[in-house]
């Protein structure tokens, strides 16, 4: 059993920057972001795997930065020029599976989300 946290959320103008990171309770193969705003499907943001290079959704390309220390089962996500439609419950997953998937399905631990909202 792996147990996910996330903390960093909270409330920022448009164009602000905010950091969220994801302790785990132990290393995982694959961890990720994921958000979802209400009466909309959890989508994907970022996903790093142990030795793959961050993927990011086009949505967020270019100003979100995903970054695991493996040292402390933690991740992080740097989100700079944060826009209105940037805000979101904010969720992170992880899974021990061979293939990182970009599909919530794909993620069997997760924790309870952090709030993140961008006022214009």
């Known amino acids: 059993q792996v147990q996910v946290a996330e903390s960093g959320g909270g409330s920022v103008q448009a164009g602000g920057s905010l950091r969220l990171s994801c302790a785990a309770s132990?290393?995982?193969?694959?961890m990720a972001w994921f958000r979802q705003v209400p009466g909309k499907e959890r989508e994907g943001v970022a996903y790093?795997?142990?030795?793959?290079?961050?993927t990011y959704a086009d949505a967020v390309k270019g100003r979100f930065t995903v970054s695991k220390d493996n040292t402390k089962n933690t991740l992080y996500l740097q989100m700079n020029s944060l826009a209105p439609d940037d805000t979101a419950l904010y969720y992170c997953?992880?899974?021990?599976?061979?293939?990182?998937?970009?599909?919530?399905?794909?993620?069997?631990?997760w924790g309870q989300g952090t709030q993140v909202t961008v006022s214009s």
């Open positions: 132990r290393l995982t193969s694959c």
């Open positions: 997953a992880a899974d021990n599976r061979p293939f990182c998937a970009r599909e919530p399905e794909g993620y069997y631990y």
């Open positions: 790093v795997t142990t030795d793959v290079r961050p």
